[in-house]
C-alpha cells in the first residue's frame, strides 16, 4: 500500500538525479550536489505524507510539555541529566561535583561526632573549592562558594543540641552458663 505522492515524488526524485548526473558532466559541478538537494526534497515529501496517514499521531508524550524545561537556562543540562540518570557519582565537572557536594554536605556534617571532625571536612571541602576556581581547563564555571569554618561548626553544635537524644542500646543479655559442649 503505497501513496500515489509518495511514489510520485520518488519517481521525481530519479528522474531529477539521472538529469542532474548528466549535466553534471558537463557544467563541471561536484558529483552527487543535486542528489542531495533531491533526497531532502524526498525526505520532507515522505514526512509530509506520514503526517496526511496520522502515523505521528498518539506518540508517547505528545501534547505534554518537554520535560527539564526551567525557568532558568542551565548550560549543563545534558551532563547534570545523564548523572542523574545513571546514578553516577565522582564523575564529571568539578563544578557540579562541588555543587553537588555543597547540597549534600551539612548531611554529611551531621552524621560527625566531633568538631574537629567537622573542622576537617569543611577545610578539606574549601581547599577544593579553591583549587577548582584556580583551573583553567574549561567546562562550567564554579559558583559554589567556601564555606565559613567558624559559623559551620557553630550550626552543627547547635543542630546536634536541637536533635532528641538517642535512647542509649541495651546490651544483649548473657547466659550465665553457656552450652554444654560434647
Not at 540518570?85 to 551531621?110: F, K, M, S, V, Y
Not at 581547599?127 to 562558594?145: D, I
Not at 543542630?159 to 552450652?179: D, H, L, M, W, Y
Amino acid at each position: 500500500m503505497t501513496d500515489p505522492r509518495e511514489a510520485a515524488a520518488r519517481y521525481r526524485a530519479q528522474q531529477q538525479q539521472a538529469e542532474t548526473a548528466d549535466g553534471d558532466e558537463e557544467s563541471g559541478a561536484p558529483p552527487g550536489a543535486g542528489a542531495a538537494v533531491d533526497r531532502a526534497a524526498f525526505i520532507e515529501t515522505a514526512i509530509q505524507v506520514a503526517i496526511r496517514r496520522g502515523e505521528f499521531d498518539d506518540l508517547p508524550g505528545a501534547g505534554k510539555p518537554l520535560e527539564g524545561l526551567g525557568t532558568h537556562h542551565d548550560p549543563d543540562w545534558w551532563i547534570r541529566r545523564k548523572i542523574e540518570t545513571e546514578n553516577l557519582t565522582g564523575l564529571g565537572p568539578p563544578a557540579i561535583l562541588l555543587r553537588t557536594e555543597d547540597r549534600e554536605l551539612n548531611d554529611q556534617l551531621d552524621l560527625l561526632g566531633r568538631e574537629s571532625d567537622v573542622r576537617d571536612v569543611l577545610e578539606d571541602f574549601n581547599k577544593r573549592v579553591r583549587e577548582a576556581r584556580r583551573q583553567l581547563q574549561g567546562g562550567p564555571p564554579v559558583v559554589t562558594e567556601p564555606r565559613d569554618v567558624d559559623a559551620e561548626a557553630v550550626a552543627w553544635a547547635e543542630r546536634r543540641a536541637s536533635r532528641p537524644a538517642a535512647a542509649p542500646v541495651p546490651e544483649p543479655r548473657r547466659r550465665r552458663f553457656g552450652r554444654r559442649r560434647r
